[in-house]
């Protein structure tokens, strides 16, 4: 203890002139790893165990340790403890507490370890935690897309490429899209999880330690998978902090566009959906504006992710082996990574039950963009007619139909048949916008059939 009642610093040894103030406030990271305590307490307990068992402490001195950390762990989650930034980091302020506490037990319980071990198992920790919540929340949005797909299994609307209409398809099938697309998503973060889930404790600062340790033990203490093959590695590593925050990217990449979707087709000219109240804002001068503030905010917050996921590559690529200080810096970017991930899931979780669709709206722009020409084609091809004949073919009716300003199952046959002798009466039944979208009858295919089936393979997939 020094004079006026602030506990030294573990390294301060070697030291004799005070840390310079502002250093001391730069080099901390108390004020945001603070965070980890609770992972921190949870991995000092299985390297007390594990020295105990090992004779590197006694049971007493075991036991002793353990009711201390736990003793913290409950006065940090009260809001009472005193976190110091003259200690540096969450680990020091909890080891330091810890003596505090029950004096000279405390003193041992670093022995055979290092903060660089304890930092790297930490994060895993946390992260193996966050994943978790992060995959269930995926899970959750994936049931309520389900949900709307069945419901809407049947509710044409034109499917676009380059945002023109291209062919109809059903709202159920559209959903199922983004389904598919989380489905990767959650299980790109389970591979992620494989990685996430070993264990640094026993690299030490870099090269192991001279106390017979025993690293499987712990590792089944904390429920890694194994303990890490190679000190060196183990301590200075961040890649699974990468690949995270590059899965997090993709997800937010498709959250993004999906946002981009509800945007347009909640506006005025396009009108196919309508978002619940409760998901909007309004405007503080404009009285008629209801603004999808949420999915805008989604598509906002892909930036900082992306951003994030750059943060890191770049604070890896420098360091030489084996632990630097940079590390310390993957913390934050990590952190908003995934609070606002899991925020942004939940958001979309809750919201997506909460659309409604303007079936009548994406019916009517469906009949608008000519959907059904492609359908024509086909049917001439059926007939006999080349398929570039048969494009050549509709284009001029397309054209006939623009200056006519009606669609092409608004035409006479007559009409029709002035483009090809091979069009006959049962034209319209592939130019009918349900004839067009339930000939598309194949696995993969947009058919209401189709969907339904999809449906429930993906139902048997999630329950995997
Ligand atoms: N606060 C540090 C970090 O987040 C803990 C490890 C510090 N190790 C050291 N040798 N300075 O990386």
Redesign the pocket.
């Known amino acids: 203890m020094s004079d006026n009642n602030i506990p030294e610093k573990p390294w301060s040894g070697r030291f004799n002139e005070p840390t310079d103030a502002f250093v001391e406030a730069f080099t901390a990271?108390v004020n945001f790893?603070q965070r980890l305590y609770r992972y921190d307490i949870q991995g000092s307990i299985a390297h007390a165990t594990m020295l105990a068992k090992a004779d590197i402490l006694t049971t007493a001195e075991r036991d002793e340790i353990i009711s201390g950390l736990e003793a913290i762990r409950e006065q940090i989650a009260r809001g009472e403890f005193k976190w110091s930034v003259s200690l540096?980091?969450?680990?020091m302020n909890i080891e330091s507490a810890l003596t505090q506490r029950i004096g000279d037990a405390g003193k041992k319980l670093h022995t055979g370890r290092?903060?660089?071990d304890?930092?790297a198992t930490d994060i895993r920790l946390y992260m193996r935690d966050e994943i978790k919540i992060i995959c269930a929340e995926i899970l959750r949005l994936q049931q309520a897309l389900l949900t709307m797909a069945e419901q809407e299994a049947d509710t044409v609307m034109p499917g676009f490429t380059h945002l023109q209409t291209a062919q109809p398809v059903t709202f159920g099938h559209h959903m199922m899209a983004w389904f598919e697309m989380l489905q990767r998503d959650r299980e790109r973060l389970a591979d992620c999880n494989k990685r996430v889930n070993i264990m640094p404790l026993g690299a030490a600062?870099l090269a192991g330690t001279t106390y017979p340790i025993d690293r499987h033990y712990t590792a089944e203490l904390l429920g890694f998978e194994r303990p890490a093959e190679n000190s060196l590695d183990a301590v200075s590593d961040r890649d699974f902090a990468i690949e995270f925050s590059a899965a997090a990217s993709l997800i937010m990449m498709h959250l993004s566009r999906f946002s981009e979707e509800l945007v347009i087709w909640s506006s005025a000219q396009f009108s196919f959906i309508e978002l619940s109240d409760s998901f909007c804002t309004g405007s503080s001068i404009m009285p008629q504006k209801k603004n999808p503030d949420v999915p805008e905010l989604v598509r906002g917050k892909t930036g900082r992710i992306f951003g994030h996921l750059i943060s890191l590559l770049t604070l890896m690529k420098g360091q030489p082996l084996a632990?630097n200080?940079d590390?310390?810096e993957?913390?934050e970017p990590l952190f908003d990574t995934i609070d606002n991930l899991k925020g942004c899931l939940k958001v979309f979780a809750d919201m997506i039950p909460a659309i409604s669709c303007k079936h009548d709206n994406m019916r009517s722009a469906a009949m608008q963009g000519f959907a059904t020409a492609t359908d024509l084609a086909d049917y001439l091809v059926r007939k006999g007619t080349p398929f570039r004949d048969a494009h050549e073919v509709v284009g001029k009716a397309v054209a006939y139909c623009i200056e006519k300003d009606k669609d092409l199952s608004a035409c006479a046959l007559e009409e029709l048949q002035q483009f090809s002798s091979n069009i006959e009466q049962n034209v319209f039944d592939v130019l009918t916008l349900e004839g067009s979208v339930a000939a598309r009858n194949h696995i993969g295919g947009t058919a209401p059939q189709q969907v339904r089936l999809a449906i429930k393979r993906a139902h048997l997939k999630i329950a995997e």
């Not at 540096?88 to 680990?91: F, I």
């Open positions: 990271s790893d540096e980091d969450v680990h290092s903060r660089n304890q930092v600062a632990y200080k590390n310390q993957d913390k």
